[in-house]
């Protein structure tokens, strides 16, 4: 793959579109809007989770990156992917890490990001079973269901090119770090948004998708993602309101949920929004599914309704919305 090459035509391309772009206003386009396929996004989650845990610098996580750049060059061509390996400091070892970028559309100047977390997390440490706690999980909805969405989305825009231009970023070792301290979360997005691939990189928007494969998850809406483009949020909510999706995609006040677009908004100015599987206490806390960072977390919670749910939402915003 030339690395150049794609780095110089993004470059060019979003250097002359900075001025006049379009501000997060949504309207019907009347275009076709091809199928999602569950069945196929399922297939994307199962593949991950035969992996195993893809936990930072296991066999697991090395395969894994493989298969997505793999995926990509097929759907997007060999120019237009991307992987920015790095090394981060973990707990008392150093990490091998890549953010996986794959870019459709490159003519086009005007461009939008949805993106996803790859890794899984390197212990249970919700799991009600005490001797399995410091053991990885297969994270099948808590960042497998995320990116399926994302590669079959791939899969559509290889056979029904995107009318505007789309830039699929996997973030890698968002859910290293232990429960209570921030700090060695996120390692991906912190990594992309001080380092960027593309200097200047402007997206109209960005969506993060976050656990969105469960059986009977709810959407209600995030609120940093309310705070950061609540056009956005607005679209999106109603988009799946007329599609009869209005059990998944709550039209009510969610938590403020710690996460990858937090990193991306704070650091690189991009509005983004997080559609993620949680609910609001009565207090405003975030509370996340029984199975969420236990070993619960497998194939057995993953929904080919729900899966469908987020996949139809997206390809309508992406072919017909913008």
Same mark, same amino acid.
């Given at each position: 793959?030339?690395?150049?090459?794609?780095?110089?035509?993004?470059?060019?391309?979003?250097?002359?579109?900075?001025?006049?772009?379009?501000?997060?206003?949504?309207?019907?386009?009347?275009?076709?809007?091809?199928?999602?396929?569950?069945?196929?996004?399922?297939?994307?989650?199962?593949?991950?989770?035969?992996?195993?845990?893809?936990?930072?610098?296991?066999?697991?996580?090395?395969?894994?990156?493989?298969?997505?750049?793999?995926?990509?060059?097929?759907?997007?061509?060999?120019?237009?992917? $991307?992987?920015?390996?790095?090394?981060?400091?973990?707990?008392?070892?150093?990490?091998?890490?890549?953010?996986?970028?794959?870019?459709?559309?490159?003519?086009?100047? !005007?461009?939008?990001?949805?993106?996803?977390?790859?890794?899984?997390?390197?212990?249970?440490?919700?799991?009600?079973?005490?001797?399995?706690?410091?053991?990885?999980?297969?994270?099948?909805?808590?960042?497998?269901?995320?990116?399926?969405?994302?590669?079959?989305?791939?899969?559509?825009?290889?056979?029904?090119?995107?009318?505007?231009?789309?830039? *699929?970023?996997?973030?890698?070792?968002?859910?290293?770090?232990?429960?209570?301290?921030?700090?060695?979360?996120?390692?991906?997005?912190?990594?992309?948004?001080?380092?960027?691939?593309?200097?200047?990189?402007?997206?109209? $928007?960005?969506?993060?998708? !976050?656990?969105?494969?469960?059986?009977?998850?709810?959407?209600?809406?995030?609120?940093?993602?309310?705070?950061?483009?609540?056009?956005?949020?607005?679209?999106?909510?109603?988009?799946?309101?007329?599609?009869?999706?209005?059990?998944? $995609?709550?039209?009510?006040?969610?938590?403020?949920?710690?996460?990858?677009?937090?990193?991306?908004?704070?650091?690189?100015?991009?509005? *983004?929004?997080?559609?993620?599987?949680?609910?609001?206490?009565?207090?405003?806390?975030? !509370?996340?599914?029984?199975?969420?960072?236990?070993?619960?977390?497998?194939?057995?919670?993953?929904?080919?309704?729900?899966?469908?749910?987020?996949?139809?939402?997206?390809?309508?915003? *992406?072919?017909?919305?913008?």
């Amino acid at each position: 793959m030339n690395k150049w090459y794609l780095l110089g035509s993004i470059i060019f391309l979003w250097g002359c579109s900075d001025s006049g772009k379009p501000g997060l206003k949504f309207s019907e386009q009347g275009r076709e809007v091809p199928a999602f396929n569950a069945d196929s996004a399922y297939q994307f989650v199962q593949r991950q989770v035969d992996f195993g845990p893809r936990v930072p610098n296991s066999e697991a996580h090395r395969k894994a990156m493989a298969y997505f750049e793999d995926k990509f060059r097929v759907y997007a061509g060999s120019n237009a992917v $991307f992987t920015q390996k790095f090394t981060a400091e973990g707990y008392d070892e150093t990490l091998d890490l890549g953010n996986v970028i794959a870019a459709f559309n490159l003519s086009s100047p !005007d461009r939008i990001m949805i993106s996803a977390h790859w890794d899984s997390r390197p212990r249970a440490d919700m799991d009600s079973d005490s001797t399995r706690k410091d053991e990885a999980i297969l994270g099948a909805d808590d960042g497998g269901s995320g990116v399926a969405v994302l590669l079959e989305l791939a899969r559509m825009f290889k056979e029904n090119p995107p009318p505007i231009g789309v830039d *699929i970023v996997l973030f890698d070792g968002e859910d290293y770090g232990k429960s209570g301290n921030l700090d060695l979360y996120f390692l991906g997005s912190r990594y992309w948004a001080k380092n960027p691939p593309v200097p200047g990189y402007s997206p109209r $928007f960005g969506i993060l998708l !976050d656990m969105v494969g469960a059986k009977g998850a709810r959407f209600p809406k995030e609120q940093y993602s309310v705070r950061f483009a609540p056009n956005l949020v607005d679209e999106v909510w109603n988009i799946a309101s007329e599609k009869g999706y209005k059990n998944y $995609f709550l039209d009510e006040k969610g938590a403020a949920v710690s996460d990858d677009h937090v990193i991306v908004n704070e650091q690189a100015g991009i509005p *983004i929004i997080n559609i993620i599987n949680h609910s609001r206490t009565g207090r405003g806390n975030t !509370d996340f599914a029984p199975y969420w960072h236990t070993h619960d977390d497998n194939m057995e919670i993953i929904s080919k309704k729900t899966l469908q749910a987020v996949g139809d939402v997206m390809a309508e915003l *992406i072919y017909n919305r913008l």
